[in-house]
């Protein structure tokens, strides 16, 4: 299981949880209560299920940060259960953490003012003893943490093309995942490549960078949510860098694809310099994450085509 919310760059903050009520007031009463700030960065480079990334600390004394590792927790309540440890030769060799966490339910939709910003909260582990700052870092203490993503930095108007290219309606083909030639010979049957066509729905609601909508054939549909991802370079629309996606599409409780779970991932296609009528296609890879009764492969390429 993987959801496209947790990716990305996070503003984190743990607590400490023997600090007295009362006393201080003000930004120094957030100062001694704050344990640690600092910027969580997280991908699913190898799998849907597992994490990698870093944590880094914005003080002189900690510019070394920690190496992240983890998967990704199933259920109901989407989250994260990773181990931190410090770069040999560096400020934090030696160093573990234990971060547990899930994302929070969101007020958007509710409050027509509230901003639809992943959360995630939970608690970090010291695991191992460490010289941090003095008295030593005991192993085994606990704190409360709270981790906010923080917005993308929006592209210039250079680049607003992004929402408009993802908006929309897409004619969607995935393929079978096998390099055997099928049209050698004359076609023995319909759809001998073909896996699935579909109704492919995309929209922006609140951000450039935000997709959700819903994938739809015959009798069936699941629940898009994603984002859109920028790369360095950024994108200009002429050639460059790709501009990728995250989707999680989920069926809904009571309909006929209730438990079923699939992600999408890829790239909007390059537009060319010279074209004819070229239209905007997504390109990428999408895998049944909870069985349902298939048989087809579980990995698929597919290519959507917008309307």
Same mark, same amino acid.
């Given at each position: 299981?993987?959801?496209? $919310?947790?990716? #990305?760059?996070?503003?984190? *903050?743990?607590? @400490? ?19 640690? $700030? ?32 983890? @998967? ?20 934090? &060799? #030696? ?11 969101? #007020? ?8 639809? *910003? ?10 191992? &003893?460490? @010289? ?44 079978? @995942? ?6 050698k010979t004359a076609p023995q049957g319909e759809n001998e490549l073909i896996l699935q066509e579909a109704d492919f729905k995309l929209e922006t609601p609140t951000n450039w960078w935000t997709l959700r909508g819903k994938i739809e054939w015959p009798d069936r549909f699941l629940d898009l949510q994603g ?13 460059? $860098? ?45 895998? *049944? ?19």
């Amino acid at each position: 299981m993987s959801t496209p $919310e947790l990716a #990305g760059s996070w503003t984190f *903050r743990s607590f @400490n949880p023997a600090y007295p009520a009362g006393g201080q007031s003000g930004p120094q009463r957030e100062l001694d209560l704050m344990r640690a $700030e600092a910027e969580l960065r997280l991908e699913h480079r190898t799998s849907p299920t597992t994490l990698e990334g870093t944590i880094e600390w914005p003080t002189p004394d900690r510019p070394e940060g920690l190496v992240l590792e983890g @998967n990704v927790l199933e259920g109901e309540l989407r989250g994260l259960e990773i181990v931190g440890t410090g770069r040999p030769g560096t400020g934090t &060799a #030696g160093w573990e953490y234990r971060y547990h966490g899930h994302l929070l339910p969101s #007020g958007a939709g509710l409050v027509a003012a509230v901003v639809d *910003r992943p959360i995630l909260g939970g608690s970090v582990l010291r695991a191992k &003893a460490h @010289n941090g700052s003095p008295p030593r870092s005991p192993a085994g203490e606990v704190f409360s943490f709270i981790a906010v993503k923080q917005q993308p930095v929006p592209p210039p108007p250079s680049q607003q093309f992004l929402t408009s290219e993802f908006a929309g309606l897409w004619t969607y083909r995935s393929f079978l @995942n096998d390099p055997t030639p099928v049209y050698k010979t004359a076609p023995q049957g319909e759809n001998e490549l073909i896996l699935q066509e579909a109704d492919f729905k995309l929209e922006t609601p609140t951000n450039w960078w935000t997709l959700r909508g819903k994938i739809e054939w015959p009798d069936r549909f699941l629940d898009l949510q994603g984002e859109v991802r920028l790369f360095d370079p950024p994108p200009t629309g002429e050639g460059g $860098e790709p501009v990728g996606f995250q989707i999680m599409g989920t069926g809904r409780p009571g309909t006929a694809t209730a438990g079923w779970e699939y992600h999408y991932g890829g790239y909007l296609t390059r537009h060319w310099e010279d074209r004819v009528a070229q239209r905007p296609a997504l390109v990428g890879t999408v895998i *049944r994450v909870k069985p349902h009764g298939e048989v087809a492969p579980a990995v698929a390429p597919f290519i959507a085509v917008k309307q």
